[in-house]
């Protein structure tokens, strides 16, 4: 820069004498033209000079741009900087804590290890038992199969035993069931015999102190056409009805004939009652009234077949014959029969014909 800066001074010297000339020289075009030359090669390295200088001012604006932004850089490092030492400030109580907690975690795994000695002794006494046990396990299947061995000979004996049992249990059952169909048969036969010289009568009305058998007489005087005078044992209301004074249908009244001979007369009038509210029947056990109402169906039909049929307690005879196609599937109701019923009473639904003391119609 300097040489440059010689030469330029010695140029403007050169041209100022070009220009004003010396005394002692002359100046020529020669003088000139050198001059110019020298002038043109000055302005070129001048140019060529200030190429460069505007280089150096982009370069220099290139590292204003790149200074800014690292001072931008820089002051983004401060933040997270800072933003780091704040961590490593929080790190540090975590890192405590951790310190803490390692101290507790060792102070455990003390605890663990001792722990796991006492159960590593424990564990030696479980297997001591076990060895005790194994051998006391293979004296018990010893005494078990001895026992299997004696219980099995006592089985085949029992079973035998009970095989003796049970077919006397059954021979028992069966002469008692057949025992209480005969009893049940024989208190069947003692009810209807005791209630042979009763008579049911239904629809009278009933009011307050009235004299049932007064009103038994009356009704047959009046409706039976029955006049000569009556005995009766005992006449008496029974079940459920309308009390006095009250409308539905009344209670019924049984009335005790002293003389059978009474009674079969004001049953062979009650046909003096068709078409009348009232009604006459003799009185029976539940199971045989139970019975009869069953063969009611059967005996309408077979009196429109016109065939001749009677109905003898439970036992419908069909033109002097036993209908042998009735089958009861009444229960017994009364509690006597209901006290003798047998196990097998519900498989057996075809009642048994009871020895009756009603003699034979056609006899």
Request: aromatic share 6%; with cysteine; proline share 3%.
């Amino acid at each position: 820069m300097e040489e440059e800066n010689v030469n330029t001074s010695q140029m403007l010297n050169t041209s100022r004498d070009v220009l004003y000339g010396q005394p002692e020289q002359s100046v020529t075009l020669d003088n000139v033209y050198q001059l110019m030359l020298g002038i043109n090669e000055r302005l070129t390295t001048i140019e060529k000079g200030m190429s460069q200088v505007n280089q150096m001012n982009r370069t220099l604006t290139n590292l204003v741009t790149k200074f800014t932004e690292i001072n931008s850089k820089v002051a983004e490092a401060e933040g997270q900087i800072k933003n780091f030492k704040s961590r490593c400030d929080s790190n540090d109580g975590k890192m405590s804590q951790i310190k803490h907690d390692h101290t507790e975690l060792n102070k455990e795994v003390k605890n663990l290890k001792k722990i796991q000695t006492d159960a590593n002794n424990n564990l030696q006494g479980i297997s001591d038992f076990m060895d005790d046990f194994k051998v006391n396990h293979e004296n018990n299947v010893k005494d078990v199969k001895s026992a299997k061995s004696s219980i099995s000979k006592v089985a085949n004996d029992l079973a035998d035993n009970t095989l003796e049992l049970r077919n006397e249990i059954k021979a028992v059952v069966k002469n008692a069931k057949q025992e209480n169909e005969i009893l049940q048969s024989t208190v069947i036969d003692l009810q209807c015999r005791s209630m042979k010289n009763n008579l049911v009568f239904t629809g009278l009305t009933e009011t307050e102190g009235e004299n049932t058998e007064e009103v038994i007489r009356t009704f047959i005087q009046q409706f039976l056409h029955i006049t000569h005078r009556i005995e009766f044992g005992n006449v008496h209301r029974f079940g459920y009805g309308a009390k006095p004074g009250r409308r539905g249908r009344p209670r019924p009244i049984v009335a005790r004939f002293l003389y059978y001979k009474d009674l079969a007369r004001s049953l062979s009038n009650t046909y003096r009652l068709k078409g009348k509210p009232f009604g006459v029947n003799q009185q029976f056990p539940e199971i045989i009234e139970q019975a009869r109402k069953s063969l009611y169906p059967v005996m309408k039909q077979k009196r429109i077949e016109g065939h001749t049929v009677k109905l003898v307690r439970d036992i419908l005879y069909v033109d002097g014959e036993m209908y042998n196609d009735q089958i009861s599937d009444i229960e017994p109701t009364d509690s006597l029969a209901s006290q003798m019923r047998t196990p097998d009473h519900h498989q057996n639904r075809k009642r048994r014909r009871r020895i009756s003391s009603t003699p034979n119609p056609d006899s």
